[in-house]
């Protein structure tokens, strides 16, 4: 009899979570709380994504392993047609038949023999159910639940507030004077909206992080920059997409020889060049003597966001400046490095300050040995290698980051199925507590990278290996020496961890790699 798997949730990481599953001769049963599949990428009403939302990495970097997007689609997706993709991923594999909709999980108890004892309400139903489970994967959850901003110097305002994941359209803020509270992608890309569509004033008030390198998603610099041209935008080439850029096993590899603040040095010299220096807004000017510490990236078309600061059409608060008070309309700011105060008045505010990772259908008793901190959406569980941890059995994380990257979810999707399904097996523990020590590091450290786990195509990587999919390249060097230039030097394509080991498509595999290397030639010229 075929184990069964839970399965909580149904955007990206639940999707290939069920195919990974099915693949391995496992069960699954999915529960989404709302009435689609997509997650994130639903387009529910009045829920993420706003209506003219599109990713800001181009969709090769939004590509499981053996289900390509149609290659005619635009490098950039719109939120739509990355739920068609979702869509067409789900029907190919026919997995829309163990994804139960409208049912809300509302509490997982692990049970005699490492079972889950599983509960879930039936709103179509109107019904509160549960059943038993061998095996349980947590999937995503990261976009559910905003995070509060503290509303005490606020109590006075008497306009309108909302958060992000309620912004669907810059219309309604037409002659508004607007607040934006948070300078993250979301919160930059908002602003920029707002002040391209006829808001009488746009401000964005929050802190913004050291080394914080505002890139775009297509850049104009990049060829310049090769040639030795400094690094002004070239509006008239196509330009080159960022996940081009960063994400090149070959470059990748040869900065892991250095030392860590080497590299940070190196990379943070690159992104200035790459970034124009932040197009030299003096809210974000970076120190050199800081580059030693780590970089963070912000995925956005954001020369726009700084088109519009240095034209005055968005005012960027300082860092040093904070909410003191507020009467009516009137917000009071006082600068901390001065304590000089000065007051605006705002008819809206939109609050873009992030997410709560929302695990509330685990006990007390299981967030302890998860050390889950739902105040942490960096590294908000303690796991090895961000997916499993070495204290609780049968159970699995798929995405409790924040990443648009679908190689890396389908990766830990088919490495927690694989352990599942007896195909590979766990590291020792003792190993698992080591890395464990890392994550805690991470977790604590006071510079951090954008991402936990630091570098993409190197924690790619490594999955891989634990589940013997990656392929050994230095054998390919040898015998397929054109392939393996393509692994090296194009973007980092998934179905490189299907040349190889279980579940392999050697063939699609290929013709899918030469076709990101020929895309890739579109964009600079490559051997």
């Not at 289900?67 to 190919?92: A, I, P, T």
């Not at 038993?132 to 306009?159: A, H, W």
């Not at 960063?246 to 860590?260: F, P």
Request: charged residues 20%; glycine residues 6%; contains cysteine.
């Amino acid at each position: 009899m075929n184990k069964t798997v839970c399965i909580i949730g149904g955007g990206p990481s639940s999707l290939t979570s069920l195919k990974s599953s099915i693949e391995c001769g496992l069960l699954p049963t999915a529960f989404e709380k709302k009435s689609t599949f997509g997650g994130v990428w639903s387009n529910c009403e009045n829920k993420l994504p706003w209506n003219s939302m599109d990713t800001n990495v181009s969709h090769y970097s939004m590509t499981f392993s053996d289900f390509e997007h149609q290659r005619d689609q635009d490098l950039f997706l719109h939120h739509n047609k990355v739920k068609e993709y979702l869509s067409n991923y789900m029907n190919h594999f026919d997995l829309e038949k163990y994804i139960n909709y409208n049912c809300n999980v509302e509490k997982v108890k692990q049970i005699d023999n490492d079972k889950w004892l599983v509960q879930w309400f039936n709103s179509s139903k109107n019904f509160l159910e549960s059943k038993e489970f061998d095996f349980l994967i947590v999937c995503g959850g990261m976009n559910n639940k905003s995070r509060q901003f503290p509303m005490e110097p606020l109590k006075g305002y008497t306009g309108n507030t909302r958060y992000s994941k309620d912004y669907k359209s810059p219309n309604v803020f037409f002659g508004k004077r607007v607040l934006v509270v948070g300078k993250s992608s979301s919160g930059v890309q908002i602003a920029s909206e707002l002040c391209n569509s006829g808001a009488n004033s746009v401000t964005i008030y929050g802190k913004r992080k050291m080394n914080e390198w505002g890139l775009s998603a297509n850049n104009w610099r990049f060829k310049n920059i090769l040639k030795g041209s400094g690094y002004e935008r070239d509006l008239k080439d196509n330009g080159v997409p960022l996940d081009f850029i960063a994400y090149i096993r070959n470059n990748v590899y040869k900065m892991q020889n250095l030392s860590e603040n080497e590299q940070n040095i190196q990379l943070n010299k690159f992104f200035k060049q790459l970034s124009g220096n932040n197009c030299n807004v003096s809210e974000y000017n970076n120190d050199e003597k800081d580059f030693d510490k780590p970089f963070n990236i912000l995925f956005t078309g954001i020369d726009s966001y700084f088109d519009n600061i240095n034209q005055g059409k968005i005012k960027c608060l300082p860092n040093d400046i904070i909410i003191q008070n507020s009467n009516g309309k009137s917000i009071e700011f006082i600068n901390q490095s001065d304590k000089s105060i000065t007051s605006e008045e705002f008819d809206e505010i939109i609050f873009s300050t992030g997410y709560h990772l929302d695990y509330s259908f685990f006990d007390q008793e299981m967030m302890n040995k998860l050390t889950f901190d739902p105040n942490d959406n960096y590294v908000p569980c303690l796991l090895y290698k961000f997916t499993f941890s070495p204290y609780v059995n049968n159970l699995g994380f798929v995405g409790s980051f924040g990443t648009p990257f679908f190689t890396l979810l389908e990766l830990q999707s088919r490495w927690i199925t694989y352990v599942f399904s007896g195909i590979t097996q766990l590291p020792p523990k003792e190993v698992m507590l080591d890395g464990i020590d890392h994550v805690k590091n991470v977790r604590n450290a006071k510079y951090k990278t954008t991402f936990p786990f630091k570098d993409y195509v190197v924690f790619c990587d490594q999955l891989a290996k634990e589940i013997n999919v990656l392929p050994n390249f230095e054998k390919m060097k040898v015998n397929q020496p054109e392939l393996y230039y393509m692994c090296w030097n194009s973007i980092l394509c998934s179905a490189t961890y299907r040349l190889t080991g279980p579940f392999a498509k050697p063939k699609h595999a290929e013709d899918t790699i030469k076709h990101y290397h020929h895309v890739a030639n579109k964009f600079y010229n490559l051997k």
